[in-house]
């Protein structure tokens, strides 16, 4: 069976309730990909583990307005739907759901969802009302198709546990399934974003996984300052020129980790090569 593609909120009930129940009337499981497009091997990455828990696969394609602040460029974000649309089908998704805007945000639509304590630290304090608008759209997903897992990637940590956090707090039967983060041949992590850097600032960026292991190798024989102030010097050393942070965090509840405790520590890192933001963790 082809893919089928979904652009309104009764089709898409319509064509879930078709799947969940086949002929011999047995409800079957559905797993969502919720994406941006601009399809890459990591999300197909998250296609097969949903695959793997599920009977259904549904991913989703939508550019969230929401979580776009005043100087990133919505429009200028990479469109490429039927390209998308071939991909996902080639590692198995069933349905792909690509809403208009207006039926993810009706008029009159005055709701958004926040987890401050988790939104707050990392990028939330570069990204204003970014995980705002993420939080908003992934419940928004999660209820319309009513999915019994949820597929995200760790590359996006701070994203994952946010997402772990409302759907806890709001009692959406929903389970997240994490992914590791889809890294290439050279150790970079893959994003939408890489498809901006030429060859050089490519060359820049594979540095950055380099110098997070080198980091997680010597993070019990430094204190938390020095561990920061290693990684800082290395990023600078390769040309890597704006930091918009380097922290160490507990890899539960991204609070503040302390030389006297330091298990459950990840590295969280994000740097601009030249205009193009990349972020990457580690657990050490």
């Known amino acids: 069976m082809s893919i089928e593609v979904i652009r309104d909120l009764r089709g898409l009930h319509s064509s879930i309730a078709r799947h969940r129940h086949g002929p011999l009337n047995t409800a079957a499981s559905l797993a969502i990909v919720p994406t941006m497009g601009a399809i890459h091997e990591a999300h197909e990455a998250l296609v097969v583990e949903a695959k793997r828990n599920a009977n259904i696969v549904l991913a989703t394609i939508f550019v969230n307005p929401m979580q776009f602040g005043e100087n990133e460029d919505l429009d200028k974000y990479p469109k490429s739907e039927l390209e998308d649309i071939k991909r996902l089908e080639s590692k198995g998704c069933d ?5 208009e805007n207006e039926t993810i945000y009706p008029e009159d639509f005055d709701l958004t969802i926040n987890v401050p304590k988790l939104s707050s630290v990392l990028c939330g304090k570069e990204r204003k009302n970014h995980f705002q608008g993420v939080a908003t759209v992934v419940a928004k997903l999660l209820l319309q198709s009513g999915a019994d897992y949820a597929i995200f990637g ?3 940590y701070q994203q994952l546990l946010i997402i772990k ?6 009692d959406i039967p929903c389970q997240i399934v994490p992914i590791n983060t889809v890294r290439d041949s050279n150790g970079l992590a893959l994003s939408s974003r890489n498809q901006y850097l030429n060859t050089k600032q490519i060359n820049i960026a594979n540095n950055i996984n380099m ?3 080198e980091a997680a190798k010597n993070f019990y024989n430094l204190d938390i300052n020095e561990t920061i102030s290693f990684v800082l010097k290395k990023l600078e050393k390769v040309g890597i020129k704006k930091i918009d942070y380097v922290e160490i965090r507990n890899n539960n509840n991204l609070k503040n980790v302390t030389n006297n405790d330091k298990s459950n520590a990840r590295l969280f890192i994000a740097v601009y090569i030249d205009e193009i933001r990349l972020i990457d963790n580690i657990k050490l």
């Open 211 to 213: 110098i997070m292991n």
């Open 165 to 170: 956090s409302l759907v806890r707090d709001l």
């Open 154 to 156: 760790e590359k996006d």
């Open 95 to 99: 349905i792909v759901y690509i809403p």
